[in-house]
């Protein structure tokens, strides 16, 4: 089995997601797509497993998404 959970901590000018993983079932998925909706903030830096990302990996378009590896532990958006 595979079981993920995510904890998610806003703040006025942040946001951090967290996941935790239990089972060792490996999925055939490698990435996850991720959509912010109605963030409070428009994002200025992002942080995976505390290693800076280039901007260019978020998605801004239509929404603010990124594709991010299914091993991550924690996602930090910073905002302004």
Same mark, same amino acid.
């Given at each position: 089995?595979? @079981?993920?959970?995510?904890? @998610?901590? $806003?703040?006025?000018?942040?946001? /951090?997601?967290?996941?935790?993983?239990? $089972? #060792?079932?490996?999925? #055939?998925?490698?990435?996850?797509?991720?959509?912010?909706?109605?963030?409070?903030f428009?994002?200025?830096? /992002?942080?995976?497993?505390?290693?800076?990302?280039?901007?260019? #990996?978020?998605?801004?378009?239509?929404?603010?998404?990124?594709? /991010? $590896?299914?091993?991550?532990?924690?996602?930090h958006?910073?905002g302004?």
């Amino acid at each position: 089995f595979s @079981l993920r959970t995510f904890k @998610l901590t $806003g703040k006025k000018e942040e946001l /951090i997601i967290q996941q935790h993983k239990r $089972g #060792d079932f490996n999925a #055939d998925y490698s990435k996850f797509r991720m959509v912010f909706h109605n963030l409070p903030f428009q994002i200025t830096t /992002i942080q995976i497993d505390n290693v800076a990302v280039q901007l260019e #990996d978020l998605n801004t378009t239509e929404t603010q998404s990124i594709t /991010i $590896g299914k091993e991550f532990t924690e996602l930090h958006l910073f905002g302004k």
